[in-house]
């Protein structure tokens, strides 16, 4: 496939791409804050419709747990003062000395509430975890479905590891955002108004003293927001960057060293990790601010408190015991205030994360034709006046392209890079739409169908071996899921492929791993030839299918393939024009159009384009020995 565009993703990695090294290019190098940070958390809102119920009760749960939590400091408050004046009567000699009774009601009574504040919040931490969970597995699942929606163009745009970050470190972000966040903004909100009553009901005076600093806190808090929010979002952005390249190199990592890339890799790693460093360290740095100054002007607070409060208990309008109340009151009344500047910042990263989401869930999808079954193939299939350019590109690729072709011909395309044989296979399948023009099967525009129903009509059999993590037997399968393990094993037979699984360690049931280096490439590309036996599609279409075997076993294939191609319609594109002479028909692509078609003797007797393109490769070898 070497005429194939070139992307983001198919580019060694490590070297440079406009002007830079890896993928830190494009909208991954914007600095700009979330566009829309209110319409993604009313997205995300839609998401946690149906747990309404509960997080109702989360919500009456936090409720109550505050509300027991800040009766707290009234008992201590109140046993304070019985102990003050309880020891004052002892020195006077006017009262009968500490009331410990009365001490240990109140003492019971603070640990039944504190108990109860522990349990309920237990409680809805519990509820909150299993919401957040649940969301966060209903993003996921609909992010895989939109991976599998999405035209293949929208991943020529973008790298596999920006889509990765999106669906792992953006889901992830708003999985600890709903689980930490929601429910402690509703315990710091339950909190402030909780104890600005119980100080109001204790002494208004000493109650306005202590909320006086609240504006001043909360006018810090929004400046300091709002210069964080740009860099919460950029380092968002370069965290997909960072993994983008990571995952490229990763995958690439033979070439690289092949290569002796090493130090270009390192060097770009380090450009845009440096870059991340730099977002995140604003970021960190920003939040990081708001708790100390939360934690100063809390300080202050207590200064306030413990000043005024001691000269009204000197002029007898207040009790003792109220200045220890509002001392506990002022530090949890600081508490969510420190909780709020904390939630405030998983909240950047929040609205960051969830725009980066939706803002994938929101791309244009393939579009859909009616869901109309594709009646039984016969294999017949016409090009007429296919016209296609790529839709980020304004570049025509297939100009007029024109053919016909027969059920169970084999036709064979050839051409030099990038005339545009890989392309024309894609649109066959509907990878891409065309830009003008048809491509009809048994007389049905493929564009009035959906895209599956043409592309089971098809096997495919690339260049690129593609292999997944499991068994042989199971990527066989992958052709055709109900398939039997006799099936399995006559389609790997047909393929060639039977006598190298059977000196493999357990055979059919022999693990590929991750990255499919545990077996040659030419043993990948004899399993992808049998996943296609075993599909037994009419129409075949086989990218350079064998390039990757040795010469033996390239003669053993093609004996396979001839007795699979029988009665099927063929698309083989191949470099090597000798394997294609028994061709019914061979197509020879020049610039997106057919400049020349016919029999491999025919052509051969025009003694024009397909003969000197089939002469100069045996010229090659001349030259070679």
């Given amino acids: 496939m070497a005429e194939e565009r070139k992307t983001p993703r198919t580019a060694q990695p490590g070297i440079a791409r406009r002007g830079g090294f890896g993928p830190g290019s494009g909208a991954a190098m914007s600095g700009e804050r979330a566009k829309d940070a209110k319409g993604a958390f009313g997205k995300l809102l839609r998401y946690l419709r149906p747990y309404r119920p509960t997080l109702v009760l989360v919500l009456l749960l936090a409720v109550t747990s505050t509300v027991f939590g800040v009766l707290g400091p009234r008992q201590i408050g109140d046993a304070t003062t019985l102990l003050a004046n309880g020891i004052?009567?002892?020195?006077?000699?006017?009262?009968?000395?500490?009331?410990?009774s009365a001490i240990g009601v109140l003492m019971a009574k603070l640990i039944a509430l504190y108990g109860l504040s522990a349990l309920f919040s237990f409680l809805q931490g519990y509820l909150m975890a299993g919401v957040a969970t649940k969301v966060a597995?209903?993003?996921?699942?609909?992010?895989?479905?939109?991976?599998?929606?999405?035209?293949?163009?929208?991943?020529?745009?973008?790298?596999?590891?920006?889509?990765?970050?999106?669906?792992?470190?953006?889901?992830?972000?708003?999985?600890?955002?709903?689980?930490?966040?929601?429910?402690?903004m509703i315990t710091s909100v339950t909190t402030?108004?909780?104890?600005?009553?119980?100080?109001?009901?204790?002494?208004?005076?000493?109650?306005?003293?202590?909320?006086?600093?609240?504006?001043?806190?909360?006018?810090?808090?929004?400046?300091?927001?709002?210069?964080?929010?740009k860099y919460f979002t950029r380092q968002q952005q370069m965290l997909g960057t960072v993994n983008g390249q990571v995952e490229e190199t990763y995958a690439g990592h033979t070439v690289v060293k092949a290569f002796g890339a090493e130090a270009q890799v390192i060097k770009a790693f380090d450009d845009e990790n440096k870059k991340l460093y730099r977002a995140a360290?604003?970021?960190?740095?920003?939040?990081?601010?708001?708790?100390?100054?939360?934690?100063?002007l809390g300080n202050l607070n207590y200064v306030v408190v413990c000043i005024y409060g001691a000269a009204l208990v000197a002029g007898g309008s207040l009790d003792i015991g109220k200045i220890t109340e509002f001392i506990m009151y002022i530090r949890q009344f600081n508490q969510p205030f420190m909780q709020m500047a904390q939630i405030m910042n998983i909240f950047q990263q929040t609205a960051a994360a969830a725009e980066r989401v939706f803002e994938f869930l929101e791309e244009a999808e393939e579009s859909t034709a009616a869901p109309a079954?594709?009646?039984?193939?016969?294999?017949?299939?016409?090009?007429?006046?296919?016209?296609?350019?790529?839709?980020?590109?304004?570049?025509?690729?297939?100009k007029d392209f024109n053919a016909e072709i027969r059920a169970g011909q084999k036709i064979a395309i050839v051409g030099p890079t990038g005339a545009g044989k890989t392309t024309l296979v894609k649109l066959l399948m509907r990878f891409h739409d065309l830009t003008q023009g048809e491509i009809l099967i048994d007389g049905h525009n493929i564009a009035d169908y959906p895209r599956q129903e043409i592309r089971k009509a098809m096997g495919m059999v690339l260049q690129d071996a593609w292999l997944t993590n499991a068994s042989i037997a199971d990527n066989i399968r992958y052709g055709r899921l109900d398939a039997t393990d006799e099936q399995v094993k006559a389609a790997a037979k047909a393929a060639q492929a039977h006598s190298f699984?059977?000196?493999?360690?357990?055979?059919?049931?022999?693990?590929?791993?991750?990255?499919?280096?545990?077996?040659?490439?030419?043993?990948?590309?004899?399993?992808?030839?049998?996943?296609?036996?075993?599909?037994?599609?009419?129409?075949?279409?086989?990218?350079?299918?064998?390039?990757?075997v040795d010469t033996r076993t390239e003669i053993l294939i093609q004996k396979a393939m001839d007795h699979l191609m029988e009665g099927r319609t063929s698309f083989i594109i191949a470099h090597r024009l000798s394997t294609i002479r028994n061709a019914d028909l061979i197509l020879c692509l020049d610039h997106g159009d057919i400049v020349e078609q016919g029999s491999h003797e025919e052509l051969i007797a025009q003694n024009g384009f397909y003969a000197r393109l089939y002469n100069s490769q045996f010229e090659h070898l001349k030259q070679a020995g």
Avoid at 88 to 100: Q, R
Avoid at 223 to 229: D, G, N, P
Wanted: net charge positive; with cysteine; proline share 3%.
């Fill in 88 to 100: 004052l009567g002892k020195i006077t000699g006017a009262g009968g000395g500490i009331d410990f």
């Fill in 137 to 184: 597995y209903q993003l996921r699942s609909s992010l895989l479905q939109k991976v599998n929606r999405l035209p293949v163009a929208y991943f020529n745009r973008n790298s596999h590891g920006d889509v990765l970050s999106r669906i792992t470190n953006d889901v992830d972000t708003l999985n600890q955002s709903l689980n930490q966040g929601v429910s402690s």
């Fill in 192 to 229: 402030i108004l909780g104890i600005t009553i119980m100080m109001f009901t204790a002494s208004w005076r000493m109650a306005l003293a202590a909320i006086c600093v609240i504006p001043v806190i909360m006018g810090m808090l929004m400046l300091v927001l709002k210069a964080s929010q």
């Fill in 281 to 296: 360290w604003k970021a960190q740095f920003l939040s990081g601010v708001m708790q100390p100054i939360t934690v100063f």
């Fill in 373 to 398: 079954a594709l009646p039984p193939v016969q294999g017949n299939v016409r090009f007429a006046h296919v016209r296609f350019g790529y839709e980020d590109s304004d570049e025509i690729v297939i």
């Fill in 501 to 548: 699984i059977r000196a493999l360690p357990e055979g059919y049931r022999f693990q590929i791993n991750e990255e499919a280096n545990n077996i040659s490439q030419g043993q990948k590309q004899l399993l992808t030839i049998a996943r296609a036996v075993l599909a037994d599609n009419r129409i075949l279409i086989l990218d350079e299918a064998t390039s990757s």
